[in-house]
């Protein structure tokens, strides 16, 4: 996807469509980034389509006392009340030149109707579609995610990686620029790649956890298999929730009124890895993060020798964890 200029942001609507979640966030950040270059003060705004009324649409697209520029994103767009729909076509039909519109839709059958009509408004209507990626592309995406980084990395290189980590979009980004970070400017090669994984297992550890705290319950559980299969040890794996868990909590409580770089400061992660921090939030309270972490410190005590049945107790965190996300 080319990366978006503010005009092609402010005074349009931008459909972000279809089942990829991490491309749809990068689709989702990249507008907001185009607004925030034309305007360092301009206000970003985000709401979910179920709370979405005209009265609330008008309240966020209007000027502020500090911007007269705003991006405003609705997410779950499918959610969107059927008594909105009209006003909002009729919004995106004439948008407000100083007021980017991104509306964010998982790309299933609900809320279709609605996307077929913005979509024939044309002109003022720009959409960037995601879709599921081939077993044969993900090595495509990998080597992509190295050239943004300023690194190179061949073929074999890219398998090996793909193979280390899965297919989670998410944890490949992550994998790649870790790598470009450590080898900074050096051709990636496969041998590379083995080395830099071979005692690096807890990545499996991540995959797993990453895929339970977005509530995404069979692949946590396949990616789990996996890794008890391979030889990962478990205490990674409890460890690499224990840290997703603890830096989703120390987020949500610095969040309020921080500059982005000293809130990366405040939740003691690098500034990149805020935008993950505020999607995995998404579906979490308070109540089900504490559920979450005693059930990780409950798992963590049983594979330390607690129970003799350690792929259990990790299957009983895995399933704990997931369910306590509340936006399920």
Known sequence: MAKPTSSDILGRVTLVTGPEEFLNERAVAAAQAAVREADPEAELSETSADQLSMAT?????????????????????EDLPEDTHQGLLDYAADPADDVGLVLSHSGGMKGKGLLDRLRKLGGSVNEVRSSSLKPSEFPRFVAAEVRSHGGRIDGDAAEVLVSSVGQDLRALAGAAHQLCSDFHREPLTGEMVKRYFGGRAEVKGFAVADAAIYGRTATALEELRWAIDNGTAPVLVTSAFAGGLRG?????????????ADLAREVGVPPWKLRTLRDQLRGWDEAGLVKAIRAVARADADVKGASSDAAYALERMVLTVAQARTGR
């Open 57 to 77: 649409l008008g309240d966020l697209a209007a000027p502020s006392l500090f911007s007269t520029i705003r991006c405003v994103v609705v997410r779950d767009l």
């Open 248 to 260: 989703l909590a120390r987020y949500q409580a610095a969040r309020g009124g921080l500059r982005e």
